[in-house]
């Protein structure tokens, strides 16, 4: 008989070779073949935020920390941090083996120029963040210390934005136009290596990489694959390892999911949080008034946009917060059930009359150019509100155009998702505060142009309020006011599943999903 020792040294010489064996495999390489759908206007994260820069962009570039599927903070480039007691002070200690992809040592005054100058030039979201600082301290290289102006618990969780290579904006002054932008030098795992507008994007392993090791590829390709039904072949046929959400028809979805060696996720946003929207412009008439916008909401049946075009992946929601958010409270909301007859009351009631053809206004309808998914819906709004006597006209247009409409107020309707991120003060304040101007370098931001001075007040105190439970109280106000006053139509709390072929490992490793930098991901042989 064999001995308890014999088996104990066994099974641990099998342990050791199956771990072994799952090291080699890991050290590998090969080559992963995704999506990107649709082709950016750049990869650049620091220039654009949209969803599929960001998908590729954060492969090359960086940010301080990353987050948990529970949203605790991890470090990144940051390998350690402390906030003081009282909510004002946050120091950052710098990885000191950190290089930028030509070479160039990164250091503390990376963070700074990005934080302090780039970034806010261009993107709106990382000017509200800095106008919450006091002061920026770099005692040494790789010390970085905030001082804020006052307690703003959202702060931890700015630092997904990316760093930037200071010294290739010397002299630079105007950020927008810097020839440095299109060179994408980043300290990430993978390289820039190739652009085939139309067809690929080619990536290349870092072998400088900071985490020793990694990356596992040896380099990715972002296939540009032009419809829904080609892209679904290309995954059928091998072609691509993984499918994210508007890549194919929604309903092709469970019938890819059954294929052998395939899985399915709904992993990976937890900290993006994404809502559905459609926009209505509270700057143009009808529209500023809450009634009309209400019989909107009323006339929309939204259960069915959920259950027929997305295929049943999303959930009803009657407010600006996602089911995931701690602060979400549903107590609160108002909610807009499908019922036509009610909003043809509501239009009554404005004296919104309809004329001999049955029309009470026209209105102009921006679509998101993400592909069919979004088409479906646009033409379901339109179809939904013919009853109502509100004429919809969809001009389609792509993403730069897209995104300037929505940017300078140049739409009446418009389809979009947005990231509500894990706290309402970096997530929704933005949207929903009072905007003066347009809103040039996000379509996150307050594009539909609501102002109520109460709800400006109460996302100001709770933003700034340290004690969990007074936040919790001071949101659930906020949203019973917008909730009521309706300043667009929430479609969905959105569920974006990802399926991809089992050989993928180690995909989705955090709350960012397939939007983080693919160090860990590896090919099984």
Do not use: C
């Not at 000191?96 to 990005?114: C, E, I, L, R, Y």
């Not at 072949?233 to 959400?245: K, P």
């Not at 009657?318 to 995931?324: A, D, E, F, I, T």
Request: charge should be negative; proline fraction near 6%; avoid cysteine.
């Amino acid at each position: 008989m064999i001995s308890r020792l014999l088996r104990t040294i066994m099974l641990s010489v099998a342990v050791t070779l199956l771990t072994l064996a799952g090291l080699a495999a890991q050290q590998a390489g090969g080559t992963l073949n995704l999506i990107v759908q649709p082709e950016p206007p750049t990869v650049n994260v620091g220039v654009n935020r949209l969803g599929p820069t960001t998908y590729v962009g954060n492969k090359i570039y960086e940010s301080l920390l990353t987050y948990s599927a529970d949203l605790r903070p991890l470090p990144r480039l940051a390998q350690s941090w402390s906030i003081s007691d009282d909510g004002l002070v946050y120091t950052f200690n710098l990885r000191h083996d950190v290089k930028w992809h030509d070479g160039q040592p990164f250091t503390a005054k990376d963070v700074v120029f990005s934080f302090q100058k780039f970034l806010p030039a261009l993107q709106a979201r990382s000017r509200l963040n800095l106008a919450e600082v006091k002061d920026i301290a770099t005692p040494d290289d790789h010390t970085v210390v905030f001082t804020l102006k006052a307690p703003y618990p959202a702060f931890i969780y700015v630092h997904n934005t990316a760093v930037l290579p200071a010294h290739l904006y010397e002299g630079v002054s105007d950020f927008r136009t810097a020839e440095a932008n299109s060179k994408f030098i980043g300290t990430g795992p993978f390289k820039f290596a190739e652009w085939k507008k139309g067809s690929f994007i080619h990536l290349v392993r870092n072998p400088d990489y900071w985490d020793a090791g990694k990356p596992h590829l040896n380099d990715i390709f972002f296939h540009v694959i032009p419809d829904a039904n080609s892209r679904a072949v290309a995954f059928e046929t091998g072609q691509v390892d993984v499918l994210r959400a508007g890549d194919v028809e929604n309903f092709d979805i469970t019938r890819l999911a059954g294929l052998d060696g395939v899985q399915l996720t709904e992993a990976g946003w937890e900290f993006l949080q994404p809502v559905g929207y459609i926009h209505l412009n509270n700057r143009h008439k009808p529209l500023d008034d809450a009634r009309v916008r209400q019989a909107i909401a009323h006339a929309i049946d939204r259960q069915f946009i959920i259950d027929t075009i997305f295929g049943g992946f999303g959930h009803e929601t009657n407010g600006p917060l996602s089911r995931q958010s701690r602060f979400k409270d549903t107590s609160v909301e108002t909610k807009y059930e499908f019922d036509p007859a009610k909003a043809n009351a509501l239009l009554d009631e404005v004296g919104l009359k309809p004329d001999a053809n049955g029309v009470r206004f026209e209105l102009q309808f921006v679509p998101l150019p993400y592909g069919e998914l979004w088409q479906r819906e646009a033409e379901y709004i339109r179809e939904a509100l013919s009853p109502v006597g509100i004429k919809v006209n969809i001009v389609a247009t792509d993403v730069p155009g897209w995104f300037k409409r929505l940017t300078t107020f140049d739409y009446d309707l418009a389809e979009n998702f947005v990231y509500t991120t894990p706290d309402p003060a970096i997530g929704i304040s933005y949207a929903y505060t009072t905007l003066e101007g347009d809103n040039a370098g996000t379509t996150g931001g307050n594009v539909h142009g609501y102002s109520n001075p109460a709800v400006d007040k109460l996302l100001a105190d709770a933003a700034h309020e340290n004690d969990f439970d007074k936040r919790k109280a001071l949101y659930s106000q906020a949203q019973k006011i917008i909730s009521a006053d309706v300043p667009l139509v929430w479609t969905h709390d959105i569920v974006f599943p990802t399926l991809y072929r089992t050989k993928v490992r180690d995909l989705i490793t955090t709350g960012l999903g397939t939007d983080e930098n693919f160090a860990d991901v590896w090919l099984a042989k």
